[in-house]
């Protein structure tokens, strides 16, 4: 994690359409549909044009400082001590995220394929793996996503095609039975997690090319774009095939590939399409182990992250194993706690530096206009 790292602003739009897909495509579409039913792709709607206002300040922000992370942004607006007042819980919530994703990896494996494993052990394998991919740096993981997202699209498009037979679109309908108050509820879910989150990324935007900045707006509303796309035909998927039941049965995606069967040729590969799904989850925390590193950094004034990375997971670790061991605690995290958290210490920290700067740098211009 050098300075002088440097990736193209496609390959760090592809990071960023794995942070927002990851971990999100095996989360979100059972809990969604739950609150929402039918209406989740509208709640979806919602929720991705709310990420996409956000992503708009975070890019208005790296074009005013492509040089400088959200702290140093921070600090040159704002001063040393309100920047560690607003991005000290920052980045707790950071440590706190990184520890629920690795718990959420852990409970997927428990419930699904390794039964018979205690999650700790799991834990620890993922936080050694994506401490040393953080370590590894960004160029690193930006050439890792290039290879690994063939991969994990084309499994989540290959349950879309192969589950096509078991489509039945009347179960779309009613839209919104309920009226639109389980929509917005939904919405405000979905919103905190993922699209909230997105705020971190601005961490890291520094690292593009010089001569790719200009196409870094276009790539990165691009992977939004595709992000939403990708959800919401995963919920109308699982609405489609489960109807009713696609919002108690968790880990939707997967469930569905469960279902494939062609023929005696294509079965059982549930397996394969939940390793391929885990890909998500480990790119999302390997991508948020190295913001926090930058920020603990830039936080701390440190001239060598490296040192810390390895304490950095190992605290981690202890907090995926000792922080919500119940599934139901669990499942009330992801609905209520996360959205709250996410928006206390990711958003409102953001729109305070980006209210700083559209003010200072407007004052700047009418002060050089001539009177």
């Known amino acids: 994690m050098r300075k002088q790292e440097r990736v193209s602003s496609l390959q760090m739009s592809m990071l960023f359409l794995?942070?927002?897909?990851?971990?999100?495509?095996?989360?979100?579409?059972?809990?969604l549909t739950n609150i929402a039913g039918n209406g989740a792709w509208i709640s979806l709607l919602i929720a991705s044009t709310m990420g996409m206002i956000l992503?708009?300040?975070?890019?208005?922000?790296?074009?005013?400082?492509?040089?400088?992370?959200?702290v140093e942004q921070s600090r040159s607006v704002l001063g040393n001590i309100p920047t560690l007042l607003l991005l000290i819980p920052f980045t707790c919530v950071l440590?706190?995220?990184?520890?629920?994703?690795?718990?959420?990896?852990?409970?997927?494996f428990k419930s699904t394929m390794l039964k018979e494993t205690p999650t700790y052990a799991v834990n620890s394998m993922f936080f050694v793996t994506i401490a040393l991919t953080a370590l590894a740096g960004i160029e690193v993981i930006a050439r890792m996503a290039t290879l690994f997202f063939t991969l994990m699209f084309g499994c989540i498009v290959?349950?879309?095609?192969?589950?096509?037979?078991?489509?039945?679109?009347e179960y779309l309908l009613p839209v919104m039975p309920d009226g639109i108050r389980p929509i917005l509820n939904a919405a405000y879910v979905v919103y905190g997690f993922p699209y909230s989150e997105l705020v971190v990324f601005s961490i890291i935007l520094p690292f593009v090319k010089s001569e790719d900045k200009p196409k870094l707006s276009k790539h990165m509303y691009l992977a939004l774009i595709v992000n939403a796309i990708t959800l919401i035909v995963s919920v109308l998927s699982s609405i489609m095939v489960l109807g009713p039941l696609s919002g108690d049965l968790k880990y939707s995606l997967y469930?569905?590939?469960?279902?494939?069967?062609?023929?005696?040729?294509i079965e059982r590969i549930e397996s394969v399409i939940g390793f391929a799904l885990i890909i998500g989850f480990y790119f999302k925390a390997s991508i948020l182990m190295l913001i926090l590193i930058k920020t603990l950094k830039d936080l701390l004034g440190l001239k060598n992250e490296?040192?810390?990375?390895?304490?950095?997971?190992?605290?981690?670790?202890?907090?995926?194993?000792?922080?919500?061991t119940k599934e139901a605690e669990l499942e009330e995290l992801v609905n209520l706690t996360w959205p709250l958290l996410n928006n206390l210490a990711y958003a409102l920290p953001f729109l305070l530096i980006l209210g700083g700067t559209f003010i200072r740098f407007h004052l700047k211009r009418g002060n050089k206009q001539p009177l």
């Open 18 to 31: 794995f942070f927002m897909t990851g971990s999100s495509i095996v989360i979100v579409p059972a809990p």
């Open 55 to 70: 992503l708009s300040g975070i890019l208005y922000l790296n074009r005013r400082a492509p040089d400088l992370s959200l």
């Open 95 to 108: 440590f706190w995220n990184i520890a629920g994703i690795v718990l959420e990896i852990g409970t997927f």
């Open 158 to 169: 290959l349950v879309w095609v192969l589950v096509a037979g078991l489509y039945h679109p």
């Open 255 to 265: 469930q569905l590939a469960r279902l494939i069967y062609f023929q005696e040729i």
């Open 306 to 324: 490296r040192l810390i990375a390895l304490p950095v997971a190992f605290i981690c670790l202890l907090l995926s194993v000792t922080t919500y």
